[in-house]
C-alpha cells in the first residue's frame, strides 16, 4: 500500500469548453509523483501546466481519464467532498503571491485566517502562525503589512498561507515568475526546506529549467502530456517518456536533425533499438 503513488494520473484528459470551442488542455497525460517528493513540471506556455495543476488541486473536474491524490478520485467524488478536498487536502501557491494575500492585514493575520475560518482554535492558530512565519524566514516581519513588502517576502508570505491548514500537498503555479533571479533561488530553496520539514508533497511548475537544480525530478510537459523526464534517479540524463499505449515521442529537435517526418523504422540491435528516418 505504501508503494502506491500519492498523485496518480493515468490517461487523463482536460477538456475545456467556452462557447463552442473545445480546447484539450491534457490529452492523456500520465504521471505518479511519491509522497513528500519534489517535483518540477516544465514546459512552454499553452503546454497544460496550469490545467494540471488546477485538476490535482480539485479547482477544475478533469473530463476523462484517471486522477488519484492520496486516495481521492477527482473524477468521481462529488462536489461537496471536492469542495472539502480543496480546502482541506491542497495548499496552492500562485504566481502572483498576492492573490491568496489581504494587503491591509499583517502576515501573521494572513496567516491565521484560513486557520480560523476552518474553526481552528484562536491558540492552535496563533501558535501554528508563528511557527509557519518562521519557517519561511518572516518571524522578524511577522507584525508588517502585506502591502509594504517586497515581492519575495509577499511570496514567503503566502507559502506560508498555503501551508496554515496542513495540506499534505502543496501546488506552486510559476511562483518565482515575478521575482529575479536571486530571490527565485531563495523561493525555490524554501520550497526545498519545506519538503524537508514538513514532509508534504510538492509540485512546482515553471518554465524556468533552472528549477531542475532544486527539485528531486522535472517531468517536461509538451502538448498536454507527460514528454521528458530526469533527475537523480536517471543520473541526470534526459529520458523521453512512453505513454500507456507504448507510444514515444521524439523530441522535435532530434526529429529535425534526422530529417524525420511522419515514420521511421526500427530495427532490433544488440545495442537497443535502431530508430531511422524514411525517405518520404
Ligand atoms: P500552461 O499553464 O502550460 O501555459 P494552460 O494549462 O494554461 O497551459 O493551457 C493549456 C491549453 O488550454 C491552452 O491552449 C489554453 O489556451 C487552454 N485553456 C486553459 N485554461 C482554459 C480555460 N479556462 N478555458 C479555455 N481554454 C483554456
Ligand atoms: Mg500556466
Known amino acids: 500500500m505504501n508503494d502506491a503513488p500519492f498523485v496518480l494520473c493515468e490517461n487523463l484528459v482536460k477538456i475545456h469548453k467556452v462557447a463552442n470551442i473545445e480546447v484539450v488542455a491534457l490529452q492523456g497525460l500520465d504521471l505518479r509523483v511519491q509522497r513528500g517528493e519534489l517535483l518540477g513540471i516544465v514546459g512552454s506556455s499553452g503546454s497544460g501546466k496550469s490545467t494540471l495543476l488546477n485538476v490535482l488541486g480539485g479547482l477544475d473536474r478533469p473530463s476523462a481519464g484517471k486522477a488519484l491524490v492520496g486516495g481521492h478520485n477527482l473524477l468521481t467524488m462529488s462536489a461537496r467532498s471536492l469542495n472539502d478536498y480543496r480546502r482541506g487536502a491542497v495548499g496552492f ?30 491558540w492552535h492558530t496563533s501558535k501554528r502562525a508563528v511557527e509557519l512565519l518562521d519557517a519561511v524566514g518572516l518571524s522578524k516581519r511577522m507584525n508588517h503589512t502585506i502591502r509594504g513588502m517586497s515581492g519575495g517576502e509577499q511570496q514567503r508570505a503566502a507559502i506560508a498561507i498555503a501551508l496554515a491548514n496542513e495540506p ?33 508533497t ?23 502530456k507527460v514528454a521528458t523526464e530526469i533527475g537523480l534517479h536517471t543520473g541526470g540524463v534526459m529520458r523521453t517518456v512512453l505513454d500507456s499505449a507504448g507510444r514515444l515521442q521524439l523530441p522535435k529537435a532530434v526529429r529535425q536533425q534526422y530529417g524525420i517526418a511522419s515514420q521511421v523504422t526500427i530495427e532490433t540491435t544488440d545495442e537497443g533499438i535502431l530508430v531511422k528516418p524514411v525517405e518520404e
Do not use: C, K
Not at 511562483?175 to 526545498?192: H, N
Not at 515553471?206 to 502538448?223: L, P
Open 168 to 200: 499534505p500537498l502543496l501546488l506552486a503555479d510559476e511562483p518565482t515568475g515575478e521575482l529575479d533571479s536571486a530571490t527565485a533561488l531563495m523561493i525555490y530553496q524554501l520550497f526545498r526546506d519545506i519538503q524537508t520539514r514538513y514532509g508534504v
Open 202 to 224: 510538492v509540485i512546482i511548475v515553471s518554465h524556468d529549467r533552472e528549477i531542475a537544480r532544486h527539485v528531486d525530478r522535472v517531468v517536461g510537459i509538451q502538448d498536454g
Open 93 to 122: 501557491v500562485w504566481q502572483q503571491g498576492g492573490r491568496n494575500l489581504v494587503p491591509y492585514l499583517t502576515a501573521r493575520q494572513n496567516v491565521e485566517l484560513p486557520m480560523l475560518l476552518a474553526g481552528r482554535s484562536l
